[in-house]
């Protein structure tokens, strides 16, 4: 589908391919989104996500001073939503660990926003399974965040009634999973909101909800395993005003919906095709600084393999002309253990093992 006229097809996270060989990158200063012809100010800088070279992350805080969930039982169903749409949580020793991968800067924000209070984030390039380049975003927050560790299946009975409850689960999810814009019917401009997700049955509670508040919506198959729910279009705005979006990208889309709708399309395409452009660049900025990143970690990892080879193969020789081990661990300025294992794995290899 046209991007200008509709968006309805979920956004992309990943869209940078890896290059089919990798080569020793150059240290060289990382491009600023800012940078990225047609940027705007309003959007933001790569830098706000530098990189961390901890291979074990975690809090920085000391356990005892973890700090615990403060929020309201409107902030937890906010945040129980959110993670079903878009979150990976399992523990981590007595820690809840909370990772999200993404290319979009918004959505890095908006983790960040939400979690950066109670942990400090660690932000790590990646490789997708599929060739792509992203950012995935970590955080180890105490156990009061157990309640982020169950996978929303269904909504409860209290979410669907509590008008309060239903609508923070709505915005949870919607920031997760949702999409809010403009498309065209005739010359008229519509606003459009649609939930995506492959779980049918939490789709159809969500339904049942807006049924209930008397919203006209439906679900639908995009893909094999894949759903779609969608608002008719004499009833989005009326419920745009009950979402409250936090994510960055989507509080401007649901702007320019309430602003342009009924508009000429004429005269809403312009304004419509320049914020979805403003993201693309965005993304495909934050995209390069991953893979340039991720190019030079892998990078790293490969030369401090090349240089633990090189010390064993010095050991071996040392070994080969008759020296003991605690004259090998001096020599090499290495334990008496680390030498002595070395020694074992010297003479497995003579002995042909």
Avoid at 30 to 59: C, H, Q, R
Avoid at 108 to 125: Q, W
Avoid at 265 to 272: E, H
Avoid at 346 to 353: A, H, T, V
């Amino acid at each position: 589908m046209d991007e200008d006229n509709s968006s309805m097809t979920a956004t992309r996270k990943f869209g940078i391919r890896a290059p089919d060989s990798v080569s020793s990158p150059v240290p060289a200063d990382e491009p600023s989104i800012s940078s990225v012809p047609g940027y705007t100010g309003s959007l933001s800088e790569a830098d706000l996500f530098p990189e961390s070279d901890l291979s074990n992350v975690g809090n920085t805080r000391p356990p005892q001073h973890l700090r615990h969930f403060a929020g309201s039982d409107i902030e937890k169903t906010y945040l129980k939503y959110f993670a079903a749409g878009d979150l990976h949580t399992y523990r981590h020793g007595t820690k809840v660990r909370v990772e999200g991968s993404s290319t979009h800067p918004a959505q890095l924000e908006l983790l960040r926003d939400l979690f950066g209070g109670y942990a400090k984030p660690i932000f790590v390039p990646l490789l997708t399974p599929d060739g792509h380049y992203a950012l995935r975003a970590t955080y180890d927050l105490s156990s009061s965040f157990d309640f982020l560790l169950t996978k929303v299946k269904r909504m409860e009975r209290s979410e669907l009634r509590d008008d309060a409850l239903f609508y923070s689960a709505l915005s949870g999810f919607s920031d997760a999973e949702g999409h809010v814009g403009l498309s065209m019917s005739g010359r008229k401009t519509l606003a459009e909101y649609a939930l995506g997700n492959m779980n049918h049955q939490l789709l159809d509670d969500f339904l049942r909800g807006l049924d209930s508040r008397e919203y006209s919506a439906g679900i639908c198959a995009t893909r094999p395993g894949m759903f779609q729910l969608y608002a008719h279009a004499d009833c989005v705005l009326r419920l745009l005003t009950k979402i409250q979006f936090r994510h960055r990208e989507k509080i401007v889309g649901c702007q320019l919906a309430v602003t342009y709708s009924g508009h000429p399309w004429s005269v809403a395409r312009p304004v419509y095709k320049d914020y979805r452009r403003k993201i693309l660049a965005e993304r495909d900025a934050l995209e390069a600084i991953a893979g340039r990143r991720f190019l030079l970690r892998a990078d790293r990892r490969r030369r401090k393999q090349e240089i633990f080879n090189q010390r064993v193969e010095s050991t071996f020789e040392l070994f080969a002309k008759g020296l003991s081990v605690k004259e090998v661990a001096d020599s090499l300025n290495c334990s008496i253990r680390t030498a002595y294992r070395r020694k074992e794995r010297f003479c497995k290899g003579r002995k042909g093992e």
